[in-house]
């Protein structure tokens, strides 16, 4: 019997509602919320005493969502709107029964604190779908962000704005000023905005709004009512500029005789960001010579599959306001995949990358790490009412390798001058029912070197169309969708290497599809996704089909996982949205999938379980379930035959405690097992708070692996006919990995923190067992020295094999391929800001690393290697200034 029949025979007096406090029919939220004109500013201190407050209207009419949805809240909450020639204002008076009980945990700015906090939600297009939030927790932490998609949140934007909270015996008190210079609008006499606002009582999990979205609904901003009372304001002219200059100090060990690095690098900079308005509705962001080294640095990742690793962006400029570029994603609120790779037509990461050229061997080189950004400019908005656009423009410079052989001197050219181009438009048309758009993206390249073209595409083009459809007046069904197409152009070297890299595999010698065209200079493709959900009731699905065709690839300046994909699934699934005896929330779900490959061969099936359970006390169970039948392998031997996935089965278990406690305990353990297969991993997380200003967070990671088949090498055979004329080699890994991501967070006041970051990583692989693949559309391997031929250890480490016995002419060999891997990166960021939007940072980035070929995990050793490894230290300062003239 299955865990879901068990489950649900024996949960449903568990969930069956409860009593709860009755609902309190006064409270109800009001039509619109009317904003008081002032005859002066009101200062900003926290305390609502100012005499501009009495003549505000009160706002009033709270209501719970959480932990009882529509109940009246258990602490009244007063707000006050006003406003004057230049901002808006707002006070919030929060009661509370027991203030000594407020929970007020100071953090950097937009970080998740779990404290009493107040927020207010703006939506000054009134166009029901967009908008702004602007939050202030108990201890004075401020958060805001952006709105979309009618209740999605991108916390990447941070705007100039002011808030203040005071504590008395009544409870709390907040007051915000949000200059208009911060929003965009469209000037008119009168104003008519969407306002929301809620409250958060962290030590009973309540959140009350004005107007909620149930849980068992969709919708959040078509929900707000109207602000009305603003008139005669003018949209100011918006031109912010943001100077800054930089130290940076590099200093790593000495190599003697390397003349381009002496131990020591001191490097100053200068540079600037501007934001301007073009007008009341768009605006502009310009960047020349961006830093960025205040950014947590990037995980070390032992990847041995044939795909990139993908990192997230973490720069500022590439991620305030990047909403306006999620191509694919509108209408609907969630997206399910398996075994699914969306891709991604935009990668910001692309701009500044490192680079792609390859480089001679030579005694020394100096490789820049990436290509120097020169400038961007970005400009998002809204165009004639209901018109989103944004557009992206990058300039990167050109990048030169320095070599050293035997004393000679001499420089190669390993990334071109790059303009990076991205241009969006989507189109919402009333109440938010329809949705339309495109998207293109160009990289245009520059080349000195012209053997440098056989590394990288000279040009790239992508483009796609998007949108949605309500089906039905109430919103609950929806079609979501999206269509497009690359090409790209370079030399028949260049190109030939596309068709050959993993994300294509045209070189498959048994596909009947593709073959790789070595005279082609350009490569073409298209790929389309639909979505059909239900998102609204306790019932709801998600069905999908999505298709990648062979040639289609926007990697250069998107991200592309793998191509000749033809995906499809049917789900669904049930909320229990009210609480019960024993849970207070449930959901319960599934789903059937499948993949083809571009001849029709199923690559990848099976059936998913998955679900959640929450207790009355906040505790949180969830789990996935998941079974693949026998399915045919297109990528195993990297560009070689097909070969077959036995059947596997996946677990996935995970439990969370109660957030609003100290201490907060996350676990996740999961396996797959299949034939002679085998993976587990255990995940625990702890963030603890000594402190109201302090958050230690520690997660470490473990995995250990038995795979038979982990690839080794591709080795030219005439007389392996039966693999087309090569020998696909794998050995079986036991492969060890423990990781731990630690955090440290001290928050000294709403302005000055510090962040600590550091991952250390142990990962060590012992291979055996060398075989190759027998035949194909099988799961048949030929072991060395086992099932025939011979295999043998030479003294310098590499293995030889005769796979045939008694033939000494047929030989093939390679490296032992067992890897010790250890890592440690870390910075800390000591961030001041010393005026509204002007900020210090102070940055220590460390880096060490060592390897060695032993494939034993030897934890003690480990560590030992790792704290003599050479390291590599940053220190910067960079200083800001906001001029808002």
């Known amino acids: 019997m299955s865990l879901a029949v068990i489950w649900l025979a024996g949960s449903a007096a568990a969930l069956a509602p409860t009593p709860v406090i009755a609902p309190d029919s006064s409270a109800v939220a ?33 209501l719970q969502r959480d932990p009882n949805e529509g109940m009246a809240p258990t602490e009244s909450t007063y707000v006050y709107v006003a406003y004057d020639d230049a901002a808006l204002y707002i006070g919030a008076r929060l009661f509370d029964t027991h203030p000594d009980s407020i929970v007020a945990r100071l953090g950097r700015r937009d970080a998740q604190t779990n404290s009493d906090a107040f927020t207010v939600y703006i939506d000054p297009y009134h166009d029901r779908r967009s908008g702004y939030y602007f939050a202030i927790n108990a201890a004075g932490t401020l958060s805001d962000g952006t709105l979309y998609n009618d209740e999605w949140d991108d916390n990447s934007w941070d705007g100039v704005w002011e808030g203040k909270v005071s504590r008395d015996s009544l409870g709390w008190t907040a007051e915000l000023r949000i200059p208009y210079s911060q929003l965009r609008f469209i000037q008119k006499p009168q104003y008519v905005w969407g306002i929301n606002f809620r409250r958060d009582i962290a030590r009973k999990n309540e959140r009350d709004y004005l107007v909620y979205t149930p849980k068992n609904g969709s919708g959040f901003v078509s929900r707000f009512v109207d602000l009305v009372g603003i008139e005669r304001v003018t949209p100011p002219p918006r031109l912010e500029v943001l100077p800054y200059t930089t130290g940076k100090a590099e200093l790593s060990s000495r190599t003697p005789g390397n003349p381009f690095n002496d131990g020591s690098k001191l490097t100053p900079g200068i540079g600037a960001d501007a934001r301007i308005g073009l007008g009341p509705n768009l605006t502009l962001n310009a960047t020349v010579n961006p830093d960025f080294g205040q950014v947590e640095v990037d995980p070390a990742v032992v990847n041995l599959s044939d795909a990139e690793t993908f990192f997230q962006e973490k720069r500022p400029f590439f991620i305030e306001g990047a909403s306006i570029f999620n191509f694919g994603r509108g209408g609907a609120r969630n997206y399910w995949g398996f075994n699914w790779a969306e891709p991604r037509f935009f990668y910001s990461r692309r701009i500044g990358r490192a680079p792609q050229g390859s480089v001679p061997s030579a005694d020394f080189s100096d490789m820049p790490v990436g290509a120097h950004i020169l400038g961007a400019l970005k400009m998002t908005g809204k165009a004639a009412g209901s018109w989103n656009v944004g557009a992206l423009s990058a300039v990167t410079g050109r990048e030169t390798a320095q070599l050293d052989t035997a004393g000679t ?15 969006r438009v989507q189109k919402e048309f009333p109440d938010g029912r329809q949705g339309l758009g495109v998207m293109s993206t160009v990289a245009a390249r520059g080349f000195q070197d012209p053997t440098l073209r056989d590394d990288v595409n000279a040009h790239s083009l992508a483009w796609g169309a998007d949108g949605w459809t309500f089906l039905d007046h109430d919103k609950r069904w929806v079609v979501t969708g999206w269509v497009g ?80 994909v033809i995906n499809m699934h049917v789900g669904a ?33 099976g059936a998913f379980q998955f679900g959640t359970l929450q207790l009355l006390n906040y505790h949180q169970f969830n789990w996935d379930l998941a079974y693949n039948p026998w399915t045919v392998n297109n990528r195993r031997t990297r560009g070689g035959p097909l070969t077959l996935n036995p059947p596997g089965y ?65 080795y030219a055979a005439p007389a392996a006919t039966a693999t087309f004329g090569n020998r696909y080699v794998f050995g079986t890994l036991h492969q060890t990995e423990l990781s731990a991501g630690i955090r440290l967070n001290w928050t000294y006041n709403p302005t000055l923190s510090l962040q600590v970051y550091a991952q250390p990583l142990i990962s060590a692989g012992r291979y055996g067992d060398f075989k190759e693949v027998t035949r194909p559309r099988s799961f048949d391997f030929t072991v060395y020295g086992r099932d025939g031929g011979t295999i043998a250890r030479a003294s310098d480490g590499t293995y030889v094999v005769h796979p045939i016995t008694g033939n000494t002419t047929d030989s093939l060999s390679f490296r032992d391929p067992n890897f010790n891997f250890v890592s440690l990166r870390g910075n800390a960021v000591l961030r001041w800001e010393y005026l509204p939007g002007s900020t210090i940072f102070f940055v220590w980035t460390q880096s060490r690393s060592d390897d060695e070929n032993i494939g034993d995990f030897q934890f003690r050793q480990s560590m030992d290697r790792l704290l003599h490894a050479k390291a590599e230290n940053i220190f910067l300062v960079k200083v800001s200034y906001w001029w808002n003239p």
């Open 485 to 564: 197409a690359s090409r790209i152009d370079g030399s028949a070297a260049r190109i030939t290497a596309v068709q050959e890299n993993p994300r294509h595999y045209f070189q498959q010698p048994d596909a009947g599809h593709v073959r790789v065209d070595s005279t082609a200079t350009s490569l073409t493709g298209w790929a389309a996704r639909v979505y059909v959900n239900k998102q609204k009731g306790n019932w709801f699905s998600n069905s999908a089909i999505g298709v990648i065709a062979p040639g289609f690839d926007v990697h250069d300046l998107g991200f592309l996982w793998r191509t000749g």
């Open 30 to 62: 009001p039509q619109q919320v009317r904003a008081t004109r002032l005859v002066r500013p009101i200062v900003i201190d926290g305390v609502l005493h100012d005499g501009m407050w009495e003549g505000a209207e009160r706002v009033t009419g709270f």
């Open 409 to 423: 001197l001499f420089k190669k050219e390993v990334e071109p001058l790059t303009y990076y181009g991205v241009f």
């Open 650 to 714: 996946q677990v996935d278990l995970g439990w969370q405690s109660d957030t609003r406690k100290a201490w907060v305990i996350n676990f996740q353990s999961g396996t797959y097992q299949a034939e002679s297969d085998r993976n587990w991993y255990v995940s625990p997380s702890v963030d603890f708070r000594p402190a109201s200003n302090v958050l230690l967070s520690v997660g470490p990671n473990l995995f250990r692996e038995l795979t038979p088949v982990q690839y080794v090498g591709t």
């Open 573 to 605: 699934g049930y909320d229990w949205t009210k609480p019960g005896k024993v849970f207070r929330y449930a959901e319960l779900g599934g789903a059937l999938f499948r993949n083809y490959d571009w001849d029709g061969n199923i690559n990848w099936s």
